[in-house]
């Protein structure tokens, strides 16, 4: 038989068979396999090899027979060919016979060796092809591969690499016969020259040697004593001379590197005595070859391979290469690698295995040599050391176990290193020695310390950025470090004999300052767990540990660094969990205190962290308090002097704290609180000779620790600190060195000064601390007498803060409250008054705020107020003002102002607030001394001009300092009659008003409680309700809107409440400032003013008779010239009466006046609206003018006619649209709306057919003014459901036009009918007249609204319909089509109504409809689509008996329509067509049922077409056809997956409908099928693919013993024809769908 006629059967065997159409098909989407487009390609590829699944036998066969047959086929369709092939095989391997294998086998042989020349894609795929047979069939393969391998003769490039790639592929079937096939290769090694058949052969035998050492790697293989390693030993032994001693010379790289490769692999092979013999020239060759390749990775492999080798078989040669071999390792390793570079990882990871290897044999001279290296110089040779240290410790744990202490001791070197990079690798080799065992040994803690030493480090630091580098930096090198001494402490058990009680050691000294957090942590750990589990070496014998801080000494620093527990990396919660683990070991009386407050410390600081808002004081007293009660519960004198002495002496503080100024400040404030607790004289002045020798006056917060720990000392120690500060300003307060022979250093005069601030500092803290008795006997002779001379004169803005400070300090030490006294008079305030007053005003003002002087000096200021006696008049004066006007004006700092950068933004924000809210103390402090109207008035002169300001930041923080003083003054008012009396109300109301209707609302609503407060305090009586007075805090809260409405709103009620709350002789003074606020800058405070004062005089006029005939004259004058809109509208309501008497002149004149009308004109329209009344005569004149005037006018232009706009019409509906506009319309609006609807509907269809004249002017055209109306209307009667709708449907957009406005009009009708359905009847009656107009547009615009109005009436409306369907069918035979198409499509929106109201009208309007559909003047087919979607809608509402005599006549005229290219036309054909369901039940059921068989598949392929139209017409006609095809599965498949709008996986539908359709209808399959393939040659691609699907899943579902019902023949024949479609898309469909075809 012919090659094309032998099939091979499933079983395997060959059979001589007819051909089958499978056989076609598969022949057909083989030679198509090569198309051209990608997605076309692969669909066929896929088909293959689906159908290769189920007929894998065939589907090899035939394309072997393809190939055989087509000998000059293209390449590229040989190769896919051949991967199809493959794809089958991998997936049908353990199933393929051994004669079909072997013919598959010999076919890619021929392949593989059909050209001598190497063509890469055509022989790798035979070659692929190969080795996956050879999986299963591997002696077949390894046979027909031979045959091509003879002896003598050199054999196809692509046969020597298809035998090593299946040497690995079947390592088991294969291994035994390459002793065989090395048999042959070698002879021909060395006739070899050309460098691709070298590199083919290296390549194999490092196959071939992978595939042996697999063999021999598994036990179980091992153990068969057929095959040994020593049985190829002198065939790998042979090929390796030939590698290494010709081959590796070659100048070709890519041949070299093969070589090297396949070295490696038989060097495992060869024999000791071999191996040895050849290392010394092999070792350095591989050594050698690493100069002349830049691709390392295979040579460090290679080499890896015969160290490992070497070591294996105990090669002596290895003993004297080892040195060399190191320090080549060595080399490498130090080599820069990029870490990024996949294949320098890999060379680096193999170098570091080359280590490995090599200390598992050499452990003692690979440590040696690599501990030697850690002494070079160099970074770069230091650090590879450790990086091969710590991938030994980790992966040769065994070998080195008894070179553990070398490693230690060898280590020692690299703790010094300075490097970064050094360290880092250093902490990690560090890890894994602890996690080894390493650090137990001597040594081990020197490790410990160096990794603290880390943990320690300052990243700010100037030594640290001198070594940062762009790969480690010295935060990250810390927190890892932090890390290493973490896991150390509490994953490694054996770690806890290292660390306990080491640790403790390093809490104390200073260079660990920075490790405090983790140290503490760590110690808290281990401590924790010790006491828990009473763990014997848990209590510290601190005499034999001598080491260990003392526990005085642990505490105080403890405490010290606990002060600021967010310092150092938040360190406060670790230290008290460390204190209170520690706490039997300090002492043991502190064990319940601490027990007790320390958890809740705990619980503050961690709720504290979550806070932005950080009170540091709050904090620091917390500690104190701590502190002292420690020292309370100890209770021994001499434990609390070695506790005070333990805080260090000079030398240790200035050490440890020099450069931590915070821990400093509060290590003197502990002290302090040490001091009062002690009574020893001696230790109490030693210690305060310390605090002042180390103080460092350059820093505040060391000067405050300084004088809140000297205050501390002095409630116990008075005296002792009084002549320590005389002695300190004696000696260290002169420039001139005390030292011997005048040889010390002088001080600066900053020096002075800032030694100053501190001891003025001091003394007040001692005032505030001291005995109250003792202050006030001493502040006049002794410390002022002292600090006084210091006030003068300063420039240091410190020197100045603190001398303020102290200024305050002894304030409030002699206020009266504090010494219990209130007879006593200090002398002094005058002086420190002066010096205050000098303070701020050297303060700039034109900047913003940047340090705490005038805080402090204003605070200070209200300090000394506070004391007896009052200030005088021109005290309190210079004090209210130089107050005043340092804080007032200052600007808000911002990034954009030019300053200079001393404080921060967020910094001069908070300060600035906190200078207000002095300021308002100050004063209030001021009030408090005298509550009086004079008094009051005295300040408010003051701040007067602050509350006119222009700048809105001056008036707010004035109208703060007003209602704070309101406020007070109020408070206290209600107690004493006589400050009732307020003479300044009227001046207070005037200026507050302007400001209620200020635009800032917090000024708006701070003045509207200054005017509360000044009515309750001038007309109320107090404790009794004034419901007026009271209202106006609902005004405060209407403040908070921004709204002008609100706003007018609120000064109207306002003035209501003034009006009827002041008494006559205040109204002028109120009215008089009320002018003036009228030419406020501020528009909204103008038209308040204004509000205000139009009430006042309507109200109170009786008293302003003369002013208010003034202003009433000038207001329409200025009319012209007032800009702010409520100002506007206040004077234009005067104006409103005028239309009362003049209304038919007034409106005459106004639409005379051009379009676009001025703003004033629209004011004088809009006012019209104000009253209802007067508004509804304006629109119905408007009406009148709109119904009588011409519309437009014809003028001939080109030999064409256009139509041209009238004026008074379009001025009309521009007035009907202002009037819209205004709110107190909108009752108006309603009653006469189905007059202004139907008026503005007919006005928008004529104005979209006239031309608006061109002009320069932005006059808005004729449509878009009517369009704008009837929005404009909507938005007035509250339409808003309606005008949402017509939004969304962008109906606007339609009217805009003479060809769309129709289509808006009908998307008016149904929203119209929802949202006003009283109005439909009048509506409709309105429009009725205009159905004989004489414009074709009113035509136009009833009969479309009419047509949409219908579908939302219900039977109920029946008498309105029924007028509607009349008008409809008399305008049947109008002129226009437009007209007739719209009275067609209302007709069939009878359907709407109900079936039994429908009935009555049946005949009528089907007549109607069938006539519409002869309608022979329709050129676009409007009303044909129009009668079919009309009789569609019909026909769900009629009985069977009024359709049957036209039913089959319907269905016949629909069927072309199904073709039609236009998609609305389909649609609404397959829309009538499933309406018709509704009467295949009945007389006409048999008839219909076979149209419906006819048209079944047409709707079908039609299902999942492109537009989305059709596709809902084809659901929604199938869910109606379904339940008529007398099959309830495929009904129940129609009903449940085809929902309109929701997605449909067509394909999967598809199939599942054919399993159904081949069983509930076999005898129509036929049909079906050659009915779809009808669609083969359809115009769209897209229904071809459907129906070529249909076919395939028909065929694929029907039962092989019913294939006959069907022409097999014919329908495969045009699937294959189709195969070649031009369109891609068509051909990929169509393969997937043959390989459904499989069975045939």
Not at 1076 to 1088: A, I, P, R, V, W
């Amino acid at each position: 038989a012919e090659p094309e006629a032998l099939v091979w059967n499933m079983s395997g065997g060959i059979a001589q068979v007819g051909r089958s159409q499978v056989e076609g098909i598969i022949d057909a989407l083989v030679d198509a396999a090569s198309d051209k487009d990608a997605g076309a390609r692969g669909a066929i590829v896929k088909s293959v090899v689906d159908i290769g699944r189920k007929k894998y036998a065939a589907v090899l066969g035939h394309c072997h027979s393809y190939l055989l047959k087509h000998s000059k086929l293209q390449r590229n369709h040989r190769v896919i060919i051949l991967h199809l092939m493959e794809t089958v095989c991998k997936e049908h391997i353990h199933d393929i016979q051994d004669n079909l294998a072997k013919d598959l086998v010999t076919l890619a042989t021929s392949e593989l060796t059909h050209s001598q020349d190497i063509i890469p894609e055509w022989q790798e795929a035979a070659s692929n092809l190969l080795c996956t047979l050879g999986i299963q069939h591997a002696q077949l393969v390894l046979q027909e591969l031979l045959s091509r391998f003879k002896p003598g003769v050199q054999p196809h490039f692509f046969v020597v690499q298809t035998l090593g790639h299946l040497a690995t592929a079947n390592v088991v079937e294969v291994v035994p016969f390459l002793k065989t096939v090395l048999g042959r290769m070698l002879p021909m090694l060395g006739a070899t020259k050309q460098e691709n058949m070298q590199w083919c052969f290296a390549n194999a035998i490092a196959r071939f040697c992978e595939a042996i050492l697999d063999f021999l790697a598994d036990d179980q293989r091992a153990k068969d004593a057929t095959i040994k390693e020593e049985d190829f030993e002198g065939e790998v032994f042979a090929a390796f001379e030939q590698l290494f001693n010709v081959w590796l010379l070659s100048k070709e790289k890519k041949l070299r590197l093969a070589v090297v490769e396949a070295i490696g692999f038989t060097t495992n092979l060869c024999s000791a005595e071999a191996l040895n013999e050849q290392l010394p020239k092999l070792l350095p060759t591989i050594l050698q070859l690493y100069k002349k390749n830049t691709e390392h990775h295979l040579l460090s492999q290679c080499l890896c391979m015969v160290m490992e080798a070497a070591c294996k078989k105990h090669c002596a040669n290895l003993d004297t290469l080892m040195d060399s071999l190191l320090g080549f390792l060595y080399q490498s390793v130090c080599a820069t690698a990029d870490m990024t570079n996949p294949q320098m990882l890999k060379n680096r990871n193999e170098i570091l295995r080359c280590f490995a290897v090599t200390t598992k044999a050499y452990s003692g001279r690979v440590i040696e040599f690599l501990l030697s290296k850690l002494e070079a110089p160099q970074e770069k040779a230091r650090l590879p050391v450790l990086e091969v240290l710590k991938h030994l410790i980790n992966s040769c744990d065994d070998a080195l176990q008894d070179k553990k202490p070398l490693v230690v001791t060898g280590l020692k070197a690299s703790l010094s290193d300075h490097s970064l990079k050094v360290r880092r690798v250093f902490c990690q080799v560090i890890i894994a020695m602890a996690h080894h065992d390493y650090l137990t040994l001597e040594g081990g803690k020197l490790m410990v310390e160096f990794v603290i030493k880390q943990c320690a480090i300052n990243p700010d630091s100037k030594a640290m950025a001198k070594l940062t580098s762009d790969e480690v930096s010295p935060s990250s090198l810390r927190t890892m470090s932090d890390n290493v001494l973490l896991i150390a402490t509490t994953t490694i058990d054996h770690m806890e004999a290292v660390l306990w009680p080491y640790l403790i050691e390093f809490i104390v000294p200073v260079e660990y300052t920075e490790a405090v957090a983790i140290i503490s942590r760590c110690v808290a750990s281990l401590a924790t767990k010790k006491r828990e589990i009473h763990s014997p070496d848990y209590d510290l014998k601190f005499d034999e540990l001598v080491n260990l801080p003392r526990p005085t000494v642990l505490l105080a620093r403890i405490f010290v660094l606990v002060g600021h527990p967010m310092n150092g990396r938040q360190r406060g919660e670790h230290l008290l969990q460390c204190m209170l683990s520690l706490a039997p070991n300090i002492h043991e009386d502190l064990v319940g205190l601490w027990d007790a407050v320390i958890p809740k410390l705990l619980t503050h600081l961690s709720e504290q962290k979550t806070n932005s808002l950080w009170d540091q004081k709050h904090w620091e007293d917390l500690i104190l308090k701590l502190l002292s009660r420690t020292l309370d519960d100890v209770d021994d004198q001499d434990w609390i002097v070695e506790f005070g002495n333990s805080f260090g002496t000079k030398e240790d503080v200035t050490l440890k704290y020099n450069d931590y100024p915070d821990e400093k400040g509060f290590l003197f404030k502990c002290l302090g609180v040490v001091l009062r607790k002690s009574s020893h004289k001696q230790f109490v002045q030693d210690r305060l000779d310390m605090i002042f020798s180390t103080v460092n006056h350059s820093h505040q917060v060391e000067r405050e620790g300084c004088a809140m720990g000297t205050g501390f000392c002095a409630a116990s120690h008075l005296d002792s600190v009084v002549l320590k500060l005389e002695q300190v300003a004696k000696n260290d307060m002169v420039r001139k060195s005390k030292g011997l022979f005048g040889l010390g250093k002088d001080k600066s005069e900053a020096d002075v000064e800032r030694i100053k601030a501190t001891m003025m500092l001091c003394y007040g803290y001692v005032c505030y601390h001291s005995s109250p008795d003792l202050v006030t006997s001493r502040i006049e002779g002794n410390i002022l007498r002292n600090i006084n001379p210091h006030f003068s004169k300063v420039k240091d803005v410190t020197v100045k803060q603190n001398l303020i400070r102290t200024i305050d300090l002894i304030g409030k030490s002699l206020h009266p409250n504090h010494i219990k006294r209130t007879d006593f008079i200090f002398q002094g305030r005058s002086d420190l008054i002066s010096h205050l007053l000098d303070y701020l005003k050297s303060e700039p003002v034109n900047s913003p705020i940047s340090s705490e002087t005038r805080i402090l000096g204003i605070g200070s200021l209200g300090t000394l107020v506070k004391l007896e006696p009052q200030l005088l008049e021109a005290e309190k004066f210079d004090a209210i003002s130089f107050s005043l006007n340092s804080v007032l004006p200052l600007p808000m700092a911002s990034p954009s102002l030019k300053r200079k950068e001393v404080v921060t933004l967020e910094e001069s924000h908070e300060m600035m607030d906190n200078a207000v809210k002095e300021v308002n103390m100050f004063l209030l402090t001021v009030l408090s001394k005298e509550y009086s109207s004079h008094n009051l008035e005295s300040i408010f002169k003051h701040l007067e001009p602050w509350i006119q300001s222009t700048d809105v930041t001056e008036r707010l923080r004035a109208m703060d300092c007003v209602y704070e003083l309101l406020k007070a003054y109020e408070s206290f008012s209600k107690n004493d009659e006589s400050s009732r009396h307020l003479p300044l109300q009227g001046k207070l109301l005037g200026r507050m008003v302007p400001r209620c209707a200020d635009p800032v609302k917090e000024v708006r609503q701070t003045a509207l409680e200054c005017v509360q407060l000044t009515l309750r305090i001038a007309t109320c009586i107090p404790g009794t309700p004034d419901q007026l007075v009271d209202a106006v805090s609902v005004l405060k809260e209407r403040a908070e809107k921004d709204e002008p409405n609100s706003l007018y709103s609120l000064v109207n009620d306002l003035s209501k409440v003034l009006c009827k709350k002041l008494i006559g002789e205040n109204i002028w003074p109120l009215c008089s400032f009320l002018l003036e606020s009228l030419l406020d800058y501020q528009g909204q405070s103008s038209s308040g003013s204004c509000v205000v004062l139009n009430n006042v005089i309507k109200m109170r006029g009786s008293v302003l008779q003369d002013q208010v005939t003034v202003l009433v004259d000038e207001i329409h004058e200025k009319l012209a010239s007032i800009t702010y809109p409520q100002t506007r509208t206040g004077s234009l309501r005067i104006m409103r009466t005028i239309c009362h008497s003049f209304l038919g002149i007034v409106l005459t004149h106004l639409l005379d006046k051009p379009l676009p009308w001025d703003k004033d004109l629209v004011a004088m329209w809009q006012i019209l609206g104000g009253e209802p009344q007067l508004a509804k005569d304006v629109l119905i004149n408007l009406l009148e003018v709109l119904s009588l005037s011409l519309p437009y006018q014809e003028k001939s232009k080109s030999n064409e006619t256009i139509r041209v706009e009238t004026p008074v019409p379009k001025a009309a509906t521009q007035a009907i649209l202002l009037l819209c506009e205004v709110e107190e319309v909108k009752d108006v609006a309603v009653e006469l709306f189905s007059k202004i609807f139907s008026s503005l509907l007919l006005r928008i269809g004529i104005s979209a057919t006239i031309k608006s004249p061109e002009s320069k002017s932005k006059q808005p055209t004729c449509v878009g003014l009517a369009i704008d109306s009837l929005k404009q209307f909507l938005v007035c009667t509250q339409s808003d459901s309606m005008l949402n709708i017509l939004d969304n449907h962008n109906c606007w957009q339609l009217l805009n036009t003479e060809d769309s406005y129709p289509h808006g009009i009908l998307y008016i009708a149904r929203p119209f009918a929802s949202s006003c359905h009283h109005e439909i009847k009048k509506t409709v009656d309105e429009l009725s007249s205009s159905l004989t107009s004489i414009y074709e547009p009113h035509r136009i615009v009833v009969v479309s609204f009419y047509s949409e109005l219908i579908c939302t009436l219900t039977k109920d409306d029946l008498p309105l319909a029924e007028q509607i369907m009349n008008n409809l069918l008399g305008r049947q035979v109008d002129s226009s089509y437009v007209v007739r198409m719209y009275c067609i499509r209302g007709l069939g929106n009878m359907a709407s109504i109900g079936d039994n109201q429908v009935s009555k009208f049946s005949t009528t309007v089907l007549s109607a409809m069938i006539a519409g559909m002869d309608d022979r003047d329709d050129p676009q087919e409007l009303i044909t689509m129009e009668a079919m979607s009309g009789l569609a809608r019909i026909f769900e509402q009629i009985d069977e008996r009024h359709v049957r005599p036209i039913l089959i006549n319907i269905a016949l005229r629909i069927r072309p329509c199904f073709e039609r290219p236009t998609a609305v036309v389909r649609a609404a054909a397959i829309k009538l067509f499933g309406s018709l369901s509704r009467f295949g039940n009945g007389p006409s059921e048999g008839p219909f049922l076979e149209q419906v068989q006819t048209n079944f598949v047409t709707l079908l392929l039609h299902l999942n077409e492109s537009d989305p139209v059709v596709v809902d017409a084809c659901k929604g006609a199938l869910q109606r056809l379904g339940p008529l095809m007398h099959s309830e599965k495929v009904n129940e498949m129609f009903q449940k997956h085809l929902t309109s709008g929701e997605s449909l996986l067509y394909c999967d539908f598809l199939n599942d409908l054919c399993k159904l359709i081949v069983y509930d209808f076999t005898d129509k399959v036929n049909f079906y099928v050659m009915s779809a393939v009808n669609f083969f040659k359809c115009m769209w691609p897209e229904v071809k693919c459907n129906a070529a699907f249909f076919v395939g899943y028909m065929l694929g579902n029907l039962p092989v013993q019913k294939s006959g019902i069907i022409s097999k023949e014919h329908i495969c024949e045009a699937m294959v024809l189709l195969l070649r479609d031009p369109n891609a898309q068509v051909r990929a469909s169509t393969a997937e769908a043959l390989s459904l075809l499989c069975d045939y």
